[in-house]
């Protein structure tokens, strides 16, 4: 038997542990150690990480402008079938799945944010923006961490342990 109790299983814990390890780590598709190094004036990485915010800058803002809409579209009719499927149908396997992917929305517009900001400026200041986005990505995690912590203390609490 496959048992869907989400919030009581290790392996759920360490997902979300690495989904938000990994989403801190690449801003807007460089990697941050490279920011790093590249803050500390390192001409290598400098120029590394200006190539890679270009190309993904422009890889994003394609994407939005050419199926913009419908990603909406799609991660409006995901989230809301998650929440309906959870909290109004009591399924904790859904409620598990909307407490990883629905902060990842709030990234996903801050990296659209970020990428905009980036191009409108000339690509000037990439590192100083790519910290600043990862600064806000990490506020975003602390609070959909806790929040997860917290629905998953609560969920574990009222399961009861003859319940079935």
């Given at each position: 038997m496959i048992d869907f109790r989400s919030?009581?299983?290790?392996w759920y814990w360490i997902a979300l542990a690495a989904l938000w390890s990994t989403a801190s780590h690449w801003v807007v598709?460089?990697?941050?150690?490279?920011?790093?190094?590249?803050?500390?004036?390192?001409?290598r990485s400098l120029h590394d990480m200006r190539v890679l915010a270009e190309v993904n800058v422009n890889r994003i803002l394609a994407?939005?402008?050419?199926s913009g809409t419908a990603m909406?579209?799609?991660?409006?009719?995901?989230?809301?079938?998650?929440?309906i499927l959870g909290w109004g149908y009591g399924i904790e396997f859904c409620q598990a799945v909307f407490l990883l992917l629905a902060p990842m929305v709030i990234v996903a517009l801050l990296n659209i944010r970020t990428a905009r900001l980036l191009r409108d400026s000339g690509f000037e200041d990439v590192?100083?923006?790519l910290r600043m986005h990862?600064?806000?990505?990490?506020i975003?995690?602390?609070?959909?961490?806790?929040?997860?912590?917290?629905?998953?203390?609560?969920?574990?609490?009222?399961?009861?342990?003859l319940r079935l």
């Open positions: 919030f009581s299983n290790l598709g460089v990697p941050f150690d490279m920011v790093t190094r590249a803050r500390r004036g390192h001409e994407m939005v402008e050419i909406v579209a799609l991660a409006t009719f995901l989230a809301s079938g998650l929440a590192a100083g923006r990862r600064l806000l990505v990490q975003v995690g602390v609070i959909a961490i806790f929040m997860t912590a917290m629905w998953g203390m609560w969920t574990n609490l009222n399961y009861g342990a």
